[in-house]
């Protein structure tokens, strides 16, 4: 049985029956092992949703966009994307049986480009795309046009554009409920917001539902600057400074609903610099075995962020969202190699030498 | 609860209380989407074990051996790999604040190892370590020595070093049974064979358990072959000449073991050619969405072996398991990139012409 089907209840699937699943969701709510404890926390968990088939969370989002195509017998998927959503996308497509052209900003970086390619999805870098406010959003309008007459529909991982796709993205919520059913707090990173909101949208189901808090790196601020702040809308921004690779999102896109949302949880908005993020980041390898990539790291930061101005009960039990797998970004991870070198000996005598010298 | 916990009577786990947990096992067992049907099979299934933490089975050997040694206060954690052992293992020592040390073989790719330098174990490239046999053992026995004064076990993925850890393994074939209590063939890929005995191992304690097939690369057919032509033990071979990273094992290790149980399981061996496993390898990718790392899709070509010989029946019950995260391996997916070059485009209207004049 697929997560859709455990939660269908939960979810507005139009008669939906066939769902193209290749071991999305289930995913596990570990314990932490050390950083809690050094936090002072006696409940931390983390949602490991980097071990989606693809590597991510937007498998949740994908299963159920692609089933939805392949029900309606579309020609083609067609997306945009610079990372994670592509690689579930042409993952998805691939296993459908659909064409999958998906249309990339100018000037991303090819190494997360690789999987969705090796899925069998063919790449579009389209000029000015993602550079350009005005050529960014025609290139959506010319892609839901062509969708339209492909009979299908553009897939971007927001409510605002995909919402039925995205309430896959929802079971995350469902999950952590009847993994945790305690749960007091939820941190979310967040970029153009769309994950944030499938969670309030998620637990909103649950008389007692934790707050939602919605973390961004401050070169990124659309939305927990402005949650934070207590206004009511999220805020565009003139370009993103960030460098935390799927956070690089000015647009408010889902953000409004998430400032609303979140603030209705009791969830607060976190800003983190990337430098703590990349911090967070190695202590999530080092010490929880977590191997996620700087953007998996962010909720943990946030949380940091929160603990530090006392907002959070030490208590409480405290679930961080662990988004996309350390894999997929391996250049972050170059800095902390370059204090652990390999030794090169002759004879384990050496290593023998090491141990006793250390001790 | 654990993996360990929940299968606890089946296992000789010497009073151990506590595990080391970071997500492991409980691994999505997925029903084919396309090869099943393209061969003929109404019931094949992959279990996918390169979703676990550090992207391969090894996690499940890992935990319960970083578990014993934490439960013993060991003062280090002395290790042999050239990859996906040596990242499980630094990931569990991580985890459990025990240093960790991997002695590995001269001239081992630099990519693997990363990932075990990422956790912070210290690595240590050994001249000629895995290039003469008798400097391999040398080392092994040297490690073994070092452990001894250091309050702790060497651990080598196989049943004829590391028994205890190996124990975890065993708890796939638990799996497999509560989630298709029907499956009649179960196909494991081998290097020096623990996977494969760890399954009939596992298997044995059911009354109608599965054939275990083991499927070895020509290039290493130390166990396979010997199983097929129904000798009683496995076979040394000069040298490895496969290239499929981690079944490059030319000692027998667990193999007269596994050849005896695997014929006790109504099994048989398998042989394919490096070519067939990156064919399947690409299969898998592209149209079951599984991202495997080449050793995954071995036990997938050893399937696609014995149906050529007419030896399974198509509407059993029949587990491939994939072992190894794609990621783990990049390089091996080049060769299919090269067909599905990125597209550079000014404007969605070139997108548009392209789809058309395809159809």
Not at 161 to 183: K, N
Request: charged share 20%.
């Amino acid at each position: 049985m697929t997560v859709f089907e455990t939660y269908r209840n939960h979810l507005s699937l139009d008669g939906l029956q066939h769902f193209i699943s290749i071991g999305e969701g289930n995913t596990p709510l570990v314990r932490s092992n050390r950083i809690g404890i050094e936090l002072g926390l006696s409940n931390l968990y983390f949602k490991l949703e980097h071990l989606n088939p693809s590597g991510s969370y937007k498998d949740r989002f994908a299963s159920l966009a692609v089933s939805q195509l392949k029900a309606h017998n579309a020609d083609v998927c067609l997306a945009t994307s610079s990372g994670n959503t592509g690689a579930a996308l042409a993952a998805y497509a691939a296993v459908a049986g659909i064409p999958c052209h998906i249309a990339i900003v100018d000037g991303a970086p090819i190494g997360k480009l690789r999987q969705m390619q090796e899925y069998g999805a063919k790449l579009w870098m389209v000029k000015d795309f993602g550079k350009d406010a005005s050529k960014t959003q025609a290139v959506i309008n010319d892609l839901e046009n062509l969708a339209t007459s492909c009979n299908s529909l553009v897939q971007i991982s927001a409510f605002k554009y995909s919402p039925f796709g995205m309430q896959g993205v929802q079971t995350i919520a469902y999950e952590i409920m009847d993994q945790l059913p305690s749960v007091a707090h939820v941190f979310s990173p967040a970029g153009g917001g769309g994950l944030t909101l499938a969670l309030t949208k998620g637990f909103r189901v649950f008389d007692e539902g934790p707050s939602i808090h919605c973390v961004q790196p401050f070169g990124n601020n659309t939305i927990s600057g402005p949650l934070r702040e207590g206004f009511e809308k999220a805020q565009r921004i003139e370009s993103s400074t960030t460098q935390i690779s799927g956070l690089q999102v000015p647009s408010v896109i889902d953000g409004d609903a998430v400032v609303r949302e979140c603030r209705h949880t009791g969830g607060n908005g976190s800003l983190v610099n990337d430098q703590e993020v990349y911090f967070w980041q190695q202590q999530m390898i080092t010490k929880e075995g977590i191997y996620c990539e700087p953007a998996g790291a962010v909720a943990m930061a946030g949380l940091k962020y929160a603990l530090d101005k006392g907002e959070i009960h030490p208590n409480q039990s405290i679930v961080c969202l662990v988004t996309g797998h350390g894999f997929k970004d391996v250049k972050s991870m170059e800095k902390h190699l370059t204090n652990n070198p390999i030794g090169y000996i002759s004879d384990i005598y050496e290593l023998k030498k090491f141990l006793h010298e250390k001790n």
